[in-house]
Nanobody
């Protein structure tokens, strides 16, 4: 069982930055694919970013939704069992509840259904 707790959300003006954190329980954190998703008002939950261990277990591959590429960065600190989402150049359309998710799979997964473990979410509001 993996438990995830997000933090770092808040209110920011357009063009600003926020860093979200997700603390995970469990001894196998380093092998899990960690993902960030978001759900805006009246919208479905959507993929934002993911960090996946390579097949050789020597590096992580990160990927991003087109809408956040070059603005958001996912990173992880395995010693702290924590994954981060650095969000720069924020836009009003980035306003959403942001969720951290985890899966033991190393497949390329962007659908929420591929992640069995979820945090409670943290609100990010970007004002114009």
């Amino acid at each position: 069982q993996v438990q995830l707790v997000e933090s770092g959300g808040g209110l920011v003006q357009a063009g600003g930055s926020l860093r979200l954190s997700c603390a995970a329980s469990g001894r196998t954190f380093s092998t899990y694919t960690m993902g960030w998703f978001r759900q805006g008002p009246g919208k479905e939950r959507e993929f934002v970013a993911r960090s996946t261990l390579s097949g050789t277990h020597t590096y992580y591959t990160n990927s991003y939704a087109n809408s956040v590429k070059d603005r958001f960065t996912i990173s992880r600190d395995n010693a702290k069992n924590t994954v981060y989402l650095q969000m720069n150049s924020l836009r009003p359309e980035d306003t959403a509840v942001y969720y951290c998710a985890a899966t033991p799979s190393q497949e390329y997964l962007t659908a929420p259904s591929g992640y069995p473990y979820w945090g409670q979410g943290t609100q990010v509001t970007v004002s114009s």
